[in-house]
């Protein structure tokens, strides 16, 4: 259990809070595993070897951040060709109008005796996704076409190659466009989801504004799941934890019933997920958390739609179930992952690509945009 309470808080984390760094390792995570089955076809045909293979590597193979930040040095993926073991640093661009291509130097090369010596047994794959197209190549390519300078965006130096360069070596691939997609859809349920951080921020000022301005009083209420939400949403932002953090995730469990609406779910969630990074669990306490994920877990496939909306309650709107459920959905996913890896446990079984738990992908898209469009509330 070491390693989950141990990782130092790097740089990385503090420019942003918790949550937008969580969100950003995902977004990351959600593109290099869809991207897998696609290098898994490819590969074998770029290098003329019907036996090479690839998969995920690194300590984000299996976890997607790191809960007290940091970000992993290893490559992205691992790869056997022409059996010889080399590694793959995975990027992609949304847009198609940079000027640069940049890479961190770090990942381009090493100091040697004062030198940057590029990385023997290391490639690159960049995919320009609004074009549809790809390119593989090699650190030392980087290191003859590109320039060291500052990327502003980065407030870092890096390798800058120019477009002209890039786009020479750059292949379509119509195979990428429904791997494109899939990554825009993932980023839209992230983002989406993501919002209720927002609006309940925003909830919870004006109720506190109301104690001055209209003399309004807030009531904490014990045994009561929204004064927990708040006191954990409350104390997670003020980057502060309870004492009994086991305690309070085994009472939170509690609450799950068949009664839950996904509005409960997500509250619920929320703080055992919050308090989850706050203790190590005992055997029987785990047990309890395991069943809860699993009780969770079939709630929301109860309540999911073939029409790509979730249904536990006749008060709640299509729009606020879509963004619980997806809230909901992420933190399962993330604690599956987590317990899976720290507590080496077989009763949950590995979410193989984030989102999975969703089994109309194509349909909870088409709502969202509908909702953004004002169609649906």
């Known amino acids: 259990?070491?390693?989950?309470?141990?990782?130092?808080?790097?740089?990385?984390?503090?420019?942003?809070?918790?949550l937008e760094y969580r969100r950003d390792m995902k977004k990351?995570?959600?593109?290099?595993?869809?991207?897998l089955d696609w290098l898994r076809q490819r590969l074998p045909v770029i290098y003329k070897d019907k036996q090479a293979t690839i998969s995920k590597s690194g300590s984000d193979s299996f976890l997607w951040f790191l809960r007290?930040?940091?970000?992993?040095r290893e490559a992205d993926f691992?790869?056997?060709i022409k059996n010889e073991n080399c590694y793959f640093e995975f990027q992609y661009a949304d847009r198609n109008d940079l000027d640069f291509y940049d890479f961190k130097v770090s990942k381009v090369g090493k100091k040697i005796k004062g030198n940057r010596i590029p990385h023997s047994d290391k490639k690159f794959i960049y995919i320009?996704?609004?074009t549809l197209e790809y390119a593989i190549f090699d650190?030392?390519?980087?290191?003859?076409?590109?320039?060291?300078?500052?990327?502003?965006?980065?407030?870092?130096?890096?390798?800058r190659v120019p477009k002209n360069k890039f786009k020479k070596i750059l292949k379509k691939d119509e195979e990428l466009k429904n791997i494109c997609q899939i990554i825009d859809t993932k980023n839209l349920f992230l983002n989406y989801q993501h919002e209720l951080i927002d609006?309940?921020?925003n909830n919870l000022s004006h109720l506190l504004q109301k104690v001055v301005d209209e003399e309004k009083i807030v009531k904490i209420i014990p045994n009561n799941l929204e004064s927990f939400f708040r006191i954990c949403f409350i104390l997670s932002n003020l980057n502060r934890s309870p004492l009994n953090a086991n305690i309070w995730i085994v009472y939170l469990l509690s609450y799950i019933s068949d009664k839950s609406t996904t509005e409960d779910l997500s509250k619920i969630l929320y703080c055992v997920d919050f308090l989850y990074s706050k203790t190590d669990l005992k055997e029987n306490e785990l047990n309890k958390l395991i069943d809860g994920i699993l009780k969770c877990k079939k709630l929301l496939k109860k309540f999911e739609q073939k029409n790509g909306t979730f249904k536990s309650s006749l008060q709640l709107s299509p729009r606020d179930e879509i963004r619980y459920a997806l809230f909901s959905i992420n933190l399962l996913e993330d604690l599956t992952q987590d317990i899976i890896h720290y507590y080496k446990t077989d009763k949950l079984k590995p979410i193989k690509k984030i989102y999975q738990t969703v089994s109309y992908v194509d349909k909870v898209f088409e709502r969202i945009k509908d909702n953004k469009k004002g169609l649906i509330k």
Not at 140 to 159: E, L, Q, T
């Open 78 to 80: 691992k790869a056997k």
């Open 28 to 35: 990351k995570a959600i593109a290099e595993l869809e991207v």
């Open 68 to 72: 007290k930040g940091g970000v992993t």
């Open 1 to 18: 259990m070491d390693a989950k309470t141990t990782y130092a808080q790097s740089s990385d984390i503090k420019s942003r809070t918790y």
């Open 199 to 201: 609006i309940t921020k």
């Open 128 to 130: 320009l996704k609004p």
């Open 139 to 159: 650190s030392k390519w980087i290191d003859r076409n590109g320039k060291y300078g500052m990327v502003p965006a980065w407030r870092s130096y890096a390798y």
